[in-house]
Every structure is written in C-alpha cells, then in structure tokens.
C-alpha cells in the first residue's frame, strides 16, 4: 500500500530530520556487511523448554546460544546476557571475536531509580562482552490488549518516558546505543517526537518490520519514516488475513509473506549502512487484531479512521498464499521442529537476496 507524501505529513510520520548529535555519532561498525544475525525470540520454544534444566541450561547460555547461531550460518545474535561476572563477559566477548560474528544485548528499561543500579550493571556486562547496541521496549505487550481507556494508556507513557530518562545518561555514559523497538505500543508520530525530546546521540530506534501494522500503519512508511534513527532491526516477513474483529498477522518465513523485503532493506542500508539486519521469526499462531472492536480504539483518541479503512483494504488486497498453520495444537517435538526449519528457511532467503 502507497502512501502519498500528503498523507505522511498529515499523519505526523514524515520523515524528521537527524538530530546532528545522532548523525555524528553514527558510522560503521563493522568494516562488511555481516550475514544476517538471529534474534533470541526466534527461539523462544526452544529456549522455553530448555529452561526446565535450570535458567542457563541450554541455549539460554550466551555462549552457547552464539555456538547455535554460528552453526547456521548467521552473522550475529540479539539476546538478553544479563548481569554477568567480568570472567564470563570476557569469554562471551572472545567467542563473538573467533567466530568473527556481532552481539546485540536485550535490556529491560529502569522501572524507577531504585532499579536504575540493575540497569547499569546489565549495561557494563553487555559491554564487556562486546556489545554496542541494547534493544530495549517501551512497553512488552500490546497497547490495545492492555489499556481500557485513554486516560491509563496517558499515565504509562509518562512512566515510560520517565524510564527513558533514568537510562539515557546510564548508556551514554558507557558509550553505548539504546535501540527502542517501535512495540504495538506507540505510533510513529508518537514515538518520534519522544527522540527528538530526549535529543541523545546514543538512543534511537530497533525497526520491527510488523508490529505497526497492528497500529493500523503502512510497513514501508514506518521503515522511512524510522530509517533515520535506526540502530537495530527486527526483520521478519508476515500474512495477514481478515476475521470477524479484524485481522490476523502472522509471522512466516522470510520470503513467503507480503513485505517487500529487498526494497525495506535498500532503504535501511541507504540510511544506517552501519547497521545490522536481525532474523526475528517467532513461531506460534497468528496474532489478532482487533481493529473493528470499540476496545481497540480505547487509547487512539484521535486516530483517523482513514488509516482502518487504509489498513483493512491493504489486508484484502494481500491474501496470504496459504493460511498461516496454527502451532498451539503441535506437539513439543514437531513444535521445535517447525521452528528451527523457519530460523534456517528465513536465513537461506536472507543470504540469497538481501546480503
């Protein structure tokens, strides 16, 4: 679906300039392009099954996890490392190097000053173990599945930006970047303008290629619209499919959904050369959204109802090529299974056409 200049511009998500602090703290990280990198959400199955033989059982060691990874091929990882002793960052940090891969880390926000001292201490860890990017949400669920009325959404945008405020100086202080994934949470005009508040050099955006489409936006204009403040990605290809209270968005293998993936990643090189391109390919049921539901519309208050009618006949227009397979009925073995074969099918796409 294109959207028309006029329509970004009268829907706040132009493209905004680059403050100079973020433009000059930008350049390139590595001296390739680097193969595709693998979120730890790919594996959420495996690592939650996993966690039955202790909390680092499994893949959920880093270290191991990065020794998965590796094996297929993928250029890098994302995932939370926690609070670690410096030996144990160290060995994380060589393992990256050897195999000539990047690491990412996963942080949770400060809630409050009391929690602001855990923040720094995952901060320095990730450091220690080579990792110059934090992926970080703002909220880790869904707005309109968690806010009834306008008013409660208000006050938790107020705690969020107050988070933001505790880490800023944390991250800036150790030289690092925090990448704020746009999370079915805020809206492109809504997220922008709180960067621009900030005004820091070292806080900008993780782009999830999906979850604004649940926010009733266009997936190319938000990547255009984000491609500027970009200091991490979240690829992924989806289907979409109406039901009776919307529609359905699901997560399928790179390639065999509706994004144009080729054209997405020219645009992000185009703006962040230095950035690197992150498989997040999560393996359950399609998720509903249920944008013709006076629920839905609890915390949009003045959200024009152009962009559903946009969004609905976006959807009809791209039938998915089969209907996403439910996952929840699976069995645990083949469960796995279905899940491993979407990391390795969207990796086997990602070095074919997007490297």
């Known amino acids: 679906m294109d959207v028309t200049r006029r329509e970004l511009l009268a829907g706040g998500l132009a493209m905004l300039p680059v403050l100079p602090l973020l433009a000059s703290g930008s350049g390139r990280q590595d001296s390739e392009v680097r193969p595709m990198g ?3 959400y790919c594996y959420g199955l495996r ?17 191991a996890f990065v020794e998965h990874c590796q094996q297929r091929g993928a250029g ?21 190097a050897d195999l000539h891969m990047y690491l990412e880390g996963i942080i ?22 080579g990792a110059k990017v934090l992926r970080t949400v703002l909220l880790g669920t869904r707005r309109y599945e968690t806010f009834e009325t306008a008013a409660a959404f208000r006050d938790w945008a107020e705690r969020a930006w107050q988070s933001l405020v505790l880490a800023e100086p944390i991250i800036a202080g150790q030289d690092m970047r925090l990448a704020i994934e746009n999370h079915k949470d805020l809206r492109t005009e809504e997220l922008l303008p709180l960067l621009k508040r900030l ?14 489409i649940a926010l009733l936006e266009d997936p190319l204009a938000i990547v255009q619209a984000y491609a500027p403040w970009v200091f991490s990605t979240h690829m992924k290809d989806v289907a979409v499919l109406e039901y009776e209270d919307g529609f359905l968005l699901g997560e399928v293998p790179l390639g065999e959904g509706m ?9 992000l090189r185009q703006a962040r050369p230095e950035i690197h391109l992150n498989l997040e390919m999560i393996t359950r049921d399609p ?4 944008c013709l539901t006076p629920r839905y519309w609890a915390t949009f208050e003045n959200l024009p109802g152009r962009h559903l009618a946009r969004t609905m006949s976006w959807v009809r227009k791209h039938p998915p090529r089969q209907r996403p397979a439910p996952v929840n009925g699976l069995s645990q073995e083949r469960k796995l299974a279905v899940e491993e074969s ?3 099918k969207s990796l086997a796409y990602a070095r074919k056409y997007l490297s």
Do not use: W
């Open 38 to 40: 693998v979120v730890a």
């Open 47 to 63: 690592l939650a099954a996993d966690r039955a033989g202790g909390p680092n059982a499994g893949l959920n060691d880093p270290i």
């Open 76 to 96: 890098g990882v994302q995932m939370s490392i926690g609070v670690r002793d410096s030996a144990y960052a160290a060995r994380l940090r060589d393992k990256i």
């Open 108 to 129: 949770r926000l400060p809630k409050d000053r009391m929690d602001a001292e855990r923040f720094a201490r995952e901060v320095t860890t990730a450091k220690e173990a």
């Open 199 to 212: 005004s820091s050099r070292h806080v900008g955006v993780c782009v999830d290629l999906a979850n604004s």
């Open 259 to 267: 994004l144009d993936l080729k054209k997405i990643t020219a645009i």
């Open 287 to 290: 998720l509903k959204v249920p």
């Open 342 to 344: 979407n990391v390795q």
